[in-house]
């Protein structure tokens, strides 16, 4: 089973300041197979980047995702007071067909 | 609009067994993979189950036996029958819609959920 690793647990920064949010993965994983949510105070989880990069539609370019094998990165460019939230990253295995989160990153403004 | 709405949360004793439903709105329901996935208070989010398209079911070893998901295409809804729950499944209870799209220039596919619905909590206590 792969297992995600999330790093900082929290994250302090202001308003206007780059973010950088990791994510690890026990195993080498496809990129395609690699997406971010982002889960605001009292709201559903809103998917941000799907298969490493790719922006969710109506998602800020301010957001950008990358990575490869058990490496991955969601970087927040210039960040709000609105990007305060529980970021996860989740990951697809074909053979079991599952589906894991990690354990999040808290983003604080 | 593209929607997704959960209900039949409530407050169950331990032991009890509940069902939830997700009714979905604005695409093409039978087309799509459809999950759910939990949050308890306070701690990540939880994937429970999964249905394909083409019904085939599949889920975490945690939720095997005591969780079941289905869906019925002609009323566009998906559903998720919990038995035996435990104090620690108290959480808010959401349903997302999965999408499965080829990458490009690859015979790999991108595998994600994209729409979720607001939740519906569910407590359990005696």
């Known amino acids: 089973e792969i297992v995600l690793t999330q790093s900082p647990g929290t994250l302090s920064l202001s308003p206007g300041e780059r973010a950088t949010l990791s994510c690890r993965t026990s195993q080498s994983i496809s990129s395609s197979h690699l997406a971010w949510y982002q889960v605001k105070p009292g709201q559903a989880p809103r998917l941000l980047i799907y298969g490493t990069s790719n922006r969710a539609t109506g998602i800020s370019d301010r957001f950008s995702g990358s990575g490869s094998g058990t490496d991955f990165t969601l970087t927040i460019s210039r960040l709000e007071p609105e990007d305060l939230a529980v970021y996860y990253c989740q990951q697809y295995g074909r053979s079991p067909r599952i589906f894991t989160f990690g354990p999040g990153t808290k983003v604080e403004i | 609009e593209v929607q997704l709405v959960e209900s039949g949360g409530g407050l169950v004793q331990p032991g009890g067994s509940l069902s939830l439903s997700c009714a979905a709105s604005?695409?093409?329901?039978?087309?799509?993979?459809m999950h759910w996935v939990r949050q308890v208070p306070g701690k990540g989010l939880e994937w429970l189950s999964s249905?394909?398209?083409?019904?085939?079911?599949y889920s975490p070893a945690s939720t095997q036996g005591r969780f079941s998901i289905s869906r019925d295409n002609a009323r566009n809804s998906l559903f998720l029958h919990l038995t035996n729950l435990e104090v620690g499944d108290t959480a808010v209870y959401y349903c997302?819609?999965?999408?499965?799209?080829?990458?490009?220039?690859?015979?790999?596919?991108?595998?994600?959920?994209?729409?979720w619905g607001k939740g519906t909590a569910v407590v359990v206590s005696s």
């Open positions: 997302a819609r999965g999408s499965v799209v080829a990458r490009p220039f690859s015979y790999d596919h991108y595998y994600y959920m994209d729409v």
């Open positions: 604005g695409f093409t329901f039978k087309n799509y993979d």
């Open positions: 249905i394909a398209t083409a019904g085939d079911t």
